[in-house]
């Protein structure tokens, strides 16, 4: 029996019920053959000696805008609601080459911090270019598409080239009672489930008491949404009740807390869905509101925000890298990623072992550092590599499939030609 790739004695963290082990794991067609205890007698066409590794599963960083990768920085220091407007401005920019550029970057830095799967939360899409940056990188996702996308045909273009889709339902301020409705309806049909913001905002929950006397949740359920197990990102203010609805539905959340805190907008009540037994990813969100891309400093943060809001351990490493990882694509419904097992998708992040973030490991018997190591001190400069697929998509820092000096050298150049106009919006 013959593989594609074996890396040697190395040490495993599966994220599929099984402990932290050292063993040995193998790849074939973009497959996980082997991924066990002990040695592997395969003979493979690309040998790596493991022992200088940790091998965690592909990160999904499951909230993202690549479009506005390109104007992080721009709106600092205001809560949503001051920038709305202009960050709509901002956006009336992008022609089709800036959301590719844009998007590119983004996903560039995304696969940097271990990301192999990314949402994006698009609210316009570069038609059938919407390929371009996940080929362009050679990371894996999904893209949302409203109403009128999918029935565009856009839909078969993403489906044929391995993109996931989810119905993009809209924000409170944009909620249209019959709209809901035939999002659920839609969902029903095709099968696509529905993602979108929710209860980010104490102002945006009020838009929807204001306006249909109830909540986003309760309007959610009572529109047959909930039902559909939708994908709800932000939802900092939630009531008990709301918790309940949403972990009765089976409906999942992402949470991206750099962008949380960042804005003011809250603190999503992590703790309590866990305990109610909600399904829990994580996203960085646009780079407007989070200033990058990297979802393992995400992680720390969902850890560090929940000690400072609740108390130390309310959510621990171990809860975070399982948004990262196996919670995380269940949030999501991606079946085959996530876990790192015979038959799962090939994708995986190795560490450095030897890396000064991440020395001194202890494992013993009962007590591991491993996962604090991850989550709270390596950081993504500790990554050495990348798999998607079975493919090697970044090496020591380079997406090897794109040139991103010369996509930034692109992007500085495209914002230094709009800067009048940049400079009118953020004078508004
Ligand atoms: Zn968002």
Same mark, same amino acid.
């Given at each position: 029996?013959?593989?594609?790739?074996?890396?040697?004695?190395?040490?495993?963290?599966?994220?599929?019920?099984?402990?932290?082990?050292?063993?040995?794991?193998?790849?074939?067609?973009?497959?996980?053959?082997?991924?066990?205890?002990?040695?592997?007698?395969?003979?493979?066409?690309?040998?790596?000696?493991?022992?200088?590794?940790?091998?965690?599963?592909?990160?999904?960083?499951?909230?993202?805008?690549?479009?506005?990768?390109?104007?992080?920085?721009?709106?600092?220091?205001?809560?949503?609601?001051?920038?709305?407007?202009?960050?709509?401005?901002?956006?009336?920019?992008?022609?089709?080459?800036?959301?590719?550029?844009?998007?590119?970057?983004?996903?560039?830095?995304?696969?940097?911090?271990?990301?192999?799967?990314?949402?994006?939360?698009?609210?316009?899409?570069?038609?059938?270019?919407?390929?371009?940056?996940?080929?362009?990188?050679?990371?894996?996702?999904?893209?949302?598409?409203?109403?009128?996308?999918?029935?565009?045909?856009?839909?078969?273009?993403?489906?044929?080239?391995?993109?996931?889709?989810?119905?993009?339902?809209?924000?409170?301020?944009?909620?249209?009672?019959?709209?809901?409705?035939?999002?659920?309806?839609?969902?029903?049909?095709?099968?696509?489930?529905?993602?979108?913001?929710?209860?980010?905002?104490?102002?945006?929950?009020?838009?929807?008491?204001?306006?249909?006397?109830?909540?986003?949740?309760?309007?959610?359920?009572?529109?047959?949404?909930?039902?559909?197990?939708?994908?709800?990102?932000?939802?900092?203010?939630?009531?008990?009740?709301?918790?309940?609805?949403?972990?009765?539905?089976?409906?999942?959340?992402?949470?991206?807390?750099?962008?949380? +805190?960042?804005? @003011? =907008?809250?603190?999503?009540?992590?703790?309590?869905? $866990?305990?109610?037994? *909600?399904?829990?990813? %994580?996203?960085?969100?646009?780079?407007?509101?989070?200033?990058?891309?990297?979802?393992?400093?995400?992680?720390?943060?969902?850890?560090?925000?929940?000690?400072?809001?609740?108390?130390?351990?309310?959510?621990?490493?171990?809860?975070?890298?399982?948004?990262?990882?196996?919670?995380?694509?269940?949030?999501?419904?991606?079946?085959?990623?996530?876990?790192?097992?015979?038959?799962?998708?090939?994708?995986?992040?190795?560490?450095?072992?030897?890396?000064?973030?991440?020395?001194?490991?202890?494992?013993?018997?009962?007590?591991?550092?491993?996962?604090?190591?991850?989550?709270?001190?390596?950081?993504?400069?500790?990554?050495?590599?990348?798999?998607?697929?079975?493919?090697?998509? +970044?090496?020591? @820092? =380079?997406?090897?499939?794109?040139?991103?000096?010369? $996509?930034?050298?692109? *992007?500085?150049?495209? %914002?230094?030609?709009?800067?009048?106009?940049?400079?009118?919006?953020?004078?508004?």
């Amino acid at each position: 029996m013959t593989c594609d790739l074996l890396i040697k004695d190395t040490i495993i963290i599966p994220m599929d019920g099984r402990k932290p082990f050292r063993g040995f794991l193998a790849v074939d067609d973009g497959i996980i053959t082997f991924c066990d205890e002990g040695e592997c007698d395969l003979e493979a066409d690309e040998e790596i000696d493991g022992s200088g590794y940790i091998i965690t599963p592909g990160f999904l960083n499951a909230h993202l805008h690549g479009d506005f990768y390109v104007f992080k920085g721009l709106l600092d220091n205001m809560p949503l609601r001051e920038q709305y407007h202009k960050t709509n401005r901002l956006y009336d920019l992008m022609n089709e080459d800036a959301m590719v550029l844009s998007r590119t970057l983004a996903y560039a830095e995304a696969v940097r911090a271990g990301a192999t799967y990314i949402v994006e939360h698009s609210f316009r899409n570069p038609g059938e270019r919407t390929i371009e940056p996940f080929r362009a990188v050679g990371v894996r996702g999904a893209v949302t598409l409203d109403i009128s996308g999918l029935e565009s045909g856009l839909t078969d273009l993403l489906v044929e080239n391995g993109i996931d889709v989810f119905i993009n339902a809209p924000s409170e301020e944009d909620f249209d009672y019959s709209y809901l409705k035939d999002i659920a309806e839609i969902s029903d049909r095709m099968g696509y489930k529905v993602y979108a913001h929710v209860a980010e905002t104490t102002w945006r929950i009020a838009i929807c008491e204001e306006r249909f006397g109830i909540g986003p949740i309760e309007l959610l359920h009572k529109t047959g949404i909930l039902r559909r197990k939708p994908v709800l990102v932000h939802a900092c203010w939630l009531s008990n009740r709301d918790i309940d609805l949403i972990a009765d539905n089976s409906a999942t959340i992402v949470s991206t807390p750099v962008s949380e +805190m960042k804005l @003011g =907008d809250g603190v999503t009540p992590i703790p309590k869905l $866990l305990r109610k037994g *909600a399904k829990v990813a %994580l996203g960085t969100d646009g780079a407007l509101w989070n200033n990058g891309a990297d979802i393992l400093a995400e992680a720390k943060a969902m850890v560090l925000v929940h000690s400072l809001n609740s108390t130390p351990g309310a959510i621990t490493e171990s809860n975070a890298l399982d948004a990262l990882t196996s919670m995380g694509a269940e949030a999501v419904g991606v079946e085959g990623i996530g876990k790192l097992q015979k038959g799962m998708n090939a994708s995986f992040v190795l560490f450095n072992a030897n890396s000064p973030e991440i020395c001194p490991i202890f494992i013993s018997e009962k007590i591991s550092n491993l996962e604090s190591a991850l989550i709270m001190s390596a950081g993504s400069r500790a990554i050495d590599s990348v798999y998607v697929c079975g493919r090697k998509v +970044m090496s020591d @820092g =380079d997406i090897i499939l794109s040139d991103t000096l010369g $996509l930034l050298e692109e *992007a500085g150049n495209w %914002l230094m030609s709009i800067g009048g106009r940049i400079e009118n919006i953020l004078k508004e």
